[in-house]
């Protein structure tokens, strides 16, 4: 387990330590890891981020499940400091690169989280090796059956949209542009966020996960990954906003509940004050919901 140390190591930093996971085509990818209480029996929780952010998004609510269970973040490679991938970001390469995270760190037990885009990833990942997954919290999370993502109109108007914040990623202004966003972080992931969140790099990988994510979710509508009764927690914004428009906002929240119920063991909760950015505008309700999943789980 290579970790930092020296000058601009991690200690004491809100998200804990920096730990490097090797890749099995030779990356690395940057996690960061709080050791929580040391209760071997309790699972580990990792957190997958959404489409174009790093591990600083979950900077207020990974403390807060840090102080009962080892609690994960990292960057998909291309973002944050995780060195970018020569592959196409596929659904199945960026849920391979978690899996690598999953082994690095042990057998499991693993509890996944995962934002927005984040979802589908973690869905992904635990229908591939579900022994050692215990459960899934989905924080408002992207859903195939979500019509208006496949519009053409919407399309052309992502392009537009990548294209935009690849030449602000340029002019250096897209901090500037998301600076309401990253206030409520803690401010060493507030820094780490500004310095690192809003590269060219990281635009560019976004553009490059776009090209096939939208096709590949959309074979998911035919063909999801199968997740049996696994465990299952689907958090929804209540309000529009910050990527998810007010008159999507029903269409999505129904489409969390009809997740939720496809589990007997499923669990739907709407974060009644916030937009897409539940892991910022409520982070306690998500660290409770982790916790409370992981609590039933152990009792079945």
Do not use: K
Request: neutral net charge.
């Amino acid at each position: 387990m290579v970790r930092e140390s020296g000058s601009g190591s991690s200690a004491g930093h809100t998200q804990g330590e920096s730990v490097w996971v090797p890749t099995p085509d030779g990356r690395r990818l940057h996690t960061m890891v709080l050791a929580g209480p040391g209760d071997s029996e309790m699972p580990t929780v990792v957190f997958e981020s959404g489409a174009a952010v790093n591990r600083s998004m979950w900077a207020l609510v990974q403390p807060l499940v840090g102080e009962w269970a080892r609690a994960i973040v990292y960057d998909r490679s291309g973002y944050g400091r995780s060195a970018p991938d020569p592959e196409s970001r596929t659904l199945a390469r960026m849920a391979a690169d978690l899996g690598a995270v999953l082994d690095h760190f042990g057998p499991g037990p693993y509890v996944l989280v995962g934002h927005s885009a984040g979802g589908p990833i973690v869905r992904t990942t635990a229908a591939a090796n579900p022994e050692r997954i215990v459960g899934l919290v989905l924080v408002d999370p992207t859903e195939e059956g979500q019509d208006v993502l496949f519009h053409p109109v919407v399309r052309r108007l992502e392009r537009v949209a990548l294209a935009a914040l690849r030449l602000g990623a340029r002019l250096r202004v897209l901090p500037w542009f998301y600076r309401s966003t990253v206030t409520p972080l803690p401010p060493d992931a507030r820094q780490d966020m500004r310095r690192e969140g809003f590269t060219l790099q990281a635009m560019r990988t976004f553009t490059a996960q776009q090209r096939t994510n939208l096709d590949e979710l959309a074979e998911y509508r035919d063909a999801p990954p199968d997740l049996g009764e696994l465990p299952l927690t689907v958090i929804s914004g209540g309000r529009g906003g910050n990527g998810v428009p007010r008159s999507q906002r029903p269409v999505l929240n129904a489409l969390h509940a009809q997740r939720a119920a496809r589990s007997s063991n499923g669990r739907h909760v709407v974060a009644a004050r916030s937009h897409h950015y539940v892991l910022l505008c409520e982070p306690e309700l998500v660290a409770d919901e982790i916790h409370h999943l992981v609590e039933a789980a152990a009792h079945r």
